[in-house]
């Protein structure tokens, strides 16, 4: 695929699912990937960037901080108020998934168990939020 003018924020504690995300970015062509272990990393890595990015896949079980309160906090900051914010958890129940969306959430999404449906959310989920993607 040809690579998308997109910069994207995963925020993600599992190594394994990480490098299966990271290997669906790549195929989508996002031109430039960050990467955050912990929610404390990830306010971390957005106060020290030059460029927002475009979309962040933000993890809901994280050490450190959640995924909810570094939603919470981003949603806090004028400056983040048009980062697209993708809750990406595993955890599959309407009380997540409100609470999310009530923190601020663009979207929630779970999981996908399979490599190929990976694939396929991730590359919709880069030309949904990517200006330049489409």
């Not at 998308?4 to 989508?28: N, P």
């Not at 955050?36 to 957005?46: H, K, M, W």
Request: glycine share 2%.
């Amino acid at each position: 695929m040809r690579p998308v003018d997109c910069s994207v924020l995963l925020v993600e504690d599992d190594a394994d699912t990480e490098q299966l995300i990271l290997r669906a970015l790549r195929r989508a062509g996002v031109s430039e990937i960050l990467v955050a272990r912990d929610g404390q990393e990830a306010l971390d890595t957005l106060a020290a960037v030059r460029r927002q990015p475009h979309l962040m896949l933000l993890d809901a079980k994280l050490p450190t901080l959640d995924g909810y309160e570094v939603l919470r906090r981003l949603r806090m900051l004028p400056s983040e108020e048009a980062l697209s914010i993708v809750v990406f958890s595993s955890e599959d129940s309407p009380a997540a998934v409100t609470r999310a969306l009530s923190l601020g959430a663009t979207e929630y999404a779970v999981k996908p168990t399979s490599f190929e449906d990976l694939t396929m959310t991730i590359e919709q989920m880069v030309h949904r939020y990517a200006p330049m993607a489409a």
